[in-house]
């Protein structure tokens, strides 16, 4: 890949102030890209973004992406601050409570679906018009190995996963022919934040199906965010993109 590889593109992540939102946003800006970081952590977002040095090609936008009204406008003040969206990166997720799906408390079940599902539907409905537009798109939705294998005790996790790999391949093939490539990867277990969520026994179980036997990193999320991100990949939509280790062998 080239070193600026996507020198004058327009990327907004989601979920971007910590963890992989924030490696991939680093990663785009390092080579090239004009980074709109989201997040609904107003405090973390700012301190995220003080950490780029050329402070005129990123900007951040505190949302909460639930909020379809509040999604739509975010788009119009990103077009309006670099007039076009190349990228998405729908990022943003929670893991919920560990719990047996019969004791799964309804209110968790609907936080996280709406999160991690809904909110990406509200992401990708109001980013693409505008791809059309342009007729150039790259969206990679960031979904999880436990939305291929189903993790127990994590129903709504698991669920809305799955949900997602489904709506990245609708996704792709709708698109297809219009210039936007639409994929997403499935992660086993990578150590960032979202770990304070779930519990030790949980990470155990989670590690013990890694057979390279460590946790994946959020800079090898990242780089292969990246490409997916390029025009180096060109050919590959609706396509799901494991990173796990060897846990996924299919």
Known sequence: M???????????????????????SKNF??????VILWDKNES???????????????KNICIDITDSDSVSKS???SIETFKKIDVLVNNAGISGPILPTW???????HKVIDINLNGLFYCCQSVIKRMI???????????SIAGKEGNPKAPAYSASKAAVI?????????????????NCITP??????????????????????????????VEEIAALVLWLASEDCSFSTAGVFDISGGRATY
């Open 103 to 109: 004791d799964y408390p309804l209110d968790d079940w």
């Open 44 to 58: 973390k977002l700012k301190d995220a973004c003080s950490t780029f040095q050329d402070q005129s090609r990123v």
């Open 2 to 24: 080239k070193e600026k590889t996507l020198e004058g593109r327009v990327c907004i992540v989601t979920g971007a102030a910590t963890g992989i939102g924030l490696s991939i």
């Open 29 to 34: 800006y390092n080579h090239g890209a004009k």
């Open 166 to 182: 489904g709506l990245t391949k609708t996704l792709g093939k709708e698109l297809a022919d219009k210039g936007i490539l639409v």
């Open 133 to 143: 537009q342009n007729k150039y798109g790259r969206i990679i939705n960031i979904a």
């Open 75 to 77: 788009v119009d003040s």
């Open 188 to 217: 086993a277990a990578v150590k960032t934040d979202i770990f304070e969520q779930i519990t030790e026994e949980h990470v155990q179980y989670m590690l013990s199906k890694i057979p390279m036997g460590r946790l994946g990193r």
